[in-house]
């Protein structure tokens, strides 16, 4: 019952809203697409827990399988991290300057991936705040137009009529604005994550590769 009469608020609402509600629900609509797909794309396909990853490719690394790591970065599908530890692996016979140049590119690969869309979530945003504000004053210049050309007896009604089209313009492009904003700040900290840890064992895998060769260089000169 208290769900049905939630609803019938919300529809009466929005009918009430004017012309201006349009373009809001639009911009609502485009924002949640948004965020189910960066959802998806951060939180499930390029997601991997870095530090038991790392660990795994660690103990390959130690044990001279540089195969069996790469077999590991190709089993974690579209993971990011996993994609730029691969380029570094498979540069690990060469020096140092081409193993880092490796990571780094395939680093710079993976941030407009991990970004990609997140900017117009702070735009939608902004232009729902907006939208909601140009409905207020819509509502209010069309009420007060009544107000004036009207029937004093008729007077209160059309202005209550008018200010509630504007406050209801007003709250759905705020509540619009507010779910943007928080799902832009949660998709974003989760992307800078993902950066930060590429970077982090980006420089890890470096330190195991140049110890992995030291090692061998090391070896090779005792048996000699």
Not at 17 to 31: F, N
Not at 65 to 91: E, F, M, T
Not at 175 to 204: P, Q, Y
Request: hydrophobic share 45%; with cysteine; charged share 20%.
């Amino acid at each position: 019952m208290e769900s049905s009469s939630f609803l019938h608020n919300i529809v009466s609402g929005f009918q009430t809203g004017g012309t201006w509600m349009v373009p809001i629900a639009i911009a609502l609509g485009i924002s949640i697409a948004i965020t189910i797909e960066r959802f998806m794309r951060l939180y499930i396909q390029y997601n991997v827990d870095g530090t038991s990853f790392m660990f795994e490719v660690q103990k390959y690394i130690l044990a001279n399988d540089l195969d069996g790591a790469i077999r590991l970065c190709n089993g974690a599908g579209k993971a990011a991290l996993p994609k730029v530890i691969k380029s570094g692996l498979q540069r690990a016979s060469r020096d140092e300057q081409q193993i880092q140049n490796a990571i780094d590119a395939s680093s710079l690969e993976m941030i407009p991936k991990l970004e990609r869309r997140l900017p117009y979530l702070a735009l939608i945003a902004n232009i729902a705040t907006l939208l909601g504000l140009l409905g207020t004053i819509s509502g209010l210049i069309r009420s007060f137009a009544a107000v004036a050309a009207g029937d004093p007896a008729q007077r209160q009604a059309i202005l209550a009529a008018g200010i509630s089209e504007a406050m209801n313009a007003t709250a759905f492009g705020l509540v619009t604005a507010i779910f943007t904003m928080v799902a832009h700040s949660i998709l974003s900290t989760r992307a800078t994550k993902i950066l930060e840890e590429i970077d982090e064992f980006g420089v890890k895998l470096l330190d195991l590769l140049s110890a992995r060769k030291y090692r061998h260089t090391s070896e090779k000169a005792g048996q000699e």
